[in-house]
């Protein structure tokens, strides 16, 4: 048989068959010429072969594909922007995070990324769902040219079944993926040869100058922070969820990069529904991927060994250092980057939840924060108001080694623990999770996985994992809210006077600091400091209640 020129069959992921031919739709869309081949749906072995063709690609001892991002290891958001036209613009939260664009500047992106892509030999496609519950997921479409980047949105989207995938039609949002061609450092708005650019009114993506895979999966998780809450009244959340095997509760954990919220929403007598994004809706929450995107740095078997076990045929390593014979990855080396990542289809994990959704509400809603300070409770039951004002603040400590130049611990704000993906009002991601709350009733808490009875500078020792997970025990079998509570100054939280395996005097800052007074209130008060000029950015927006609901400065 005479391989096909003009004509490109293949055979997708489902085992549907899928032809290109200049008649067909998308060739015609992209004007593409009778040579180009397109992958629309590969499977991964296809996608292997393919991405075995780039520079610096190959298989790991574990047969997860290795793929080099370029110069860029880690996400842009200097380079973010959005188009600024008038079907949105009311709606989005301008400033430092949702940088403007016009639409010419836009078309100008656009047309370059375009033109670049015609010029490829070979180009790839992915069809894929984001959003688990049938009611609100979007269809999506990626358009690139490295396999690398079609696999790993293979992965981190929910696969079609074929009969789905014969029905597509045409996507509700499109990636045009050119990373590999920089972006016109002379247009307007431009200021470097990276740019991100999100046209909700066209509901187009464009990436230019950057080969870093995450920037589409956050890309789609922006448009889903913009779309559920205006179409549908669902609430977006940067969050992991996981669910009672037996008792069928849901809860869901918000917390920065070193809090512990992949670590503790991996419960061996829980299934996971997800590690990284999610939607509350009236009918429940879903996952937003068919994926996860794990951290590898300092990754072992006997840590994570779900994560580790993951890592085999149709995953995909992303900077990572290996043994150039043997291919066996060293997981504690960050020569190339510390943002070391492995991207796998959600199925890989046991404990998986499928499909990733529960059509309950959440019973628990996890704040996680790393204090270094030490004079935050290792656990503290919120009021409503302090949910708002906590969830706004997503503070956490940054710990020295986690960004270059970071030499000691420093505090450090997201505003709903996913500052840089919101696109409205952090108030209004507020509002909406404390009426939600209030409706479903869940309980709401304050869990500090960092630093307890000093801080880490004057020789304080972080919160032992074990009685994190004791106190999250206590939680999910409801004994914590029935035992008496007391109130910790300047923060004003609520905490328990007991926990069931947790030391009583582990319970109370006040009680646990072993540096003095004078020091305690001494750091009580910085720290205060802090989440009060961090909140005054929101202040204009945030209501009297929740403003008091803040540490007393």
Request: glycine share 8%; aromatic share 10%; with cysteine.
């Amino acid at each position: 048989m005479t391989p096909p020129t003009a004509v490109e069959s293949s055979i997708n992921f489902t085992g549907h068959p899928t032809i290109k031919s200049t008649q067909d739709p998308l060739v015609q869309q992209l004007s593409l010429g009778s040579e180009t081949i397109i992958r629309h749906n590969a499977p991964p072995p296809t996608l292997y072969e393919d991405g075995l063709l780039e520079k610096g690609t190959t298989i790991s001892s574990t047969g997860a594909l290795m793929a080099f991002s370029g110069k860029k290891t880690g996400r842009s958001p200097k380079d973010k922007r959005i188009v600024d036209e008038e079907t949105s613009t009311q709606n989005i939260w301008w400033g430092p995070v949702n940088k403007q664009v016009d639409e010419l500047t836009w078309k100008i992106s656009r047309s370059r990324a375009l033109d670049y892509l015609r010029t490829r030999e070979k180009l790839f496609v992915v069809d894929a769902y984001a959003g688990w519950d049938p009611r609100y997921r979007i269809k999506v479409r990626i358009i690139c040219a490295r396999a690398y980047h079609a696999l790993f949105m293979t992965n981190m989207l929910i696969r079609p079944t074929a009969e789905e995938l014969a029905n597509f039609g045409e996507p509700d949002f499109t990636i045009y993926n050119a990373g590999q061609f920089p972006a016109n450092v002379h247009t307007k708005g431009m200021t470097s040869s990276t740019s991100v650019e999100i046209n909700f009114k066209a509901m187009e993506m464009v990436i230019l100058g950057t080969e870093y895979a995450g920037e589409m999966k956050k890309g789609i998780f922006t448009v889903m922070f913009y779309l559920m809450p205006i179409k549908h009244q669902v609430l977006t959340l940067h969050s992991s969820c996981n669910q009672g095997n037996e008792t069928g509760d849901v809860t869901l954990f918000f917390g920065l990069s070193g809090t512990g919220k992949t670590t503790l929403s991996a419960d061996p007598k829980r299934s996971l529904i997800g590690d990284d994004e999610h939607c509350w809706s009236d009918h429940g929450v879903f996952n937003i991927e068919g994926g996860c995107y794990a951290k590898c740095l300092d990754l072992s078997a006997e840590k994570e060994p779900e994560i580790f076990n993951s890592i085999k045929f149709g995953a995909i390593l992303e900077n990572v250092v290996y043994d150039k014979e043997t291919k066996v990855v060293d997981y504690n080396d960050s020569a190339i980057t510390e943002n070391t990542r492995c991207a796998y289809p959600i199925e890989f994990i046991p404990s998986a939840k499928i499909p990733c959704l529960a059509e309950t509400h959440p019973t628990n809603i996890i704040l996680l924060t790393c204090d270094a300070s030490g004079v935050l409770p290792p656990v503290s039951k919120l009021t409503n108001a302090q949910v708002m004002y906590h969830f706004i603040s997503g503070y956490t400590s940054k710990m020295a080694g986690t960004e270059e130049g970071v030499t000691e611990p420093e505090a450090t704000f997201s505003a709903c623990f996913g500052q840089p993906f919101l696109v409205l009002h952090p108030m209004k991601y507020a509002q909406q999770l404390s009426d939600k709350i209030t409706k479903f009733k869940s309980d709401a808490w304050l869990l500090n996985t960092g630093w307890v009875g000093n801080s880490v500078a004057r020789g304080g020792k972080r919160c032992s994992l074990k009685y994190t997970r004791a106190i999250l025990d206590a939680i999910h079998s409801g004994e914590l809210s029935k035992v008496e509570y007391e109130t910790v100054p300047t923060f004003n939280l609520n905490v328990p006077k007991s926990c069931p395996n947790v030391p009583s005097e582990l319970l109370n800052p006040t009680k646990a600091w072993t540096g003095g007074v004078e020091a305690f209130n001494t750091e009580i008060k910085s720290l205060a400091g802090k989440f009060a000029q961090n909140f005054e950015r929101y202040a204009d927006q945030a209501t009297a209640e929740v403003k008091a609901a803040g540490p007393v400065v």
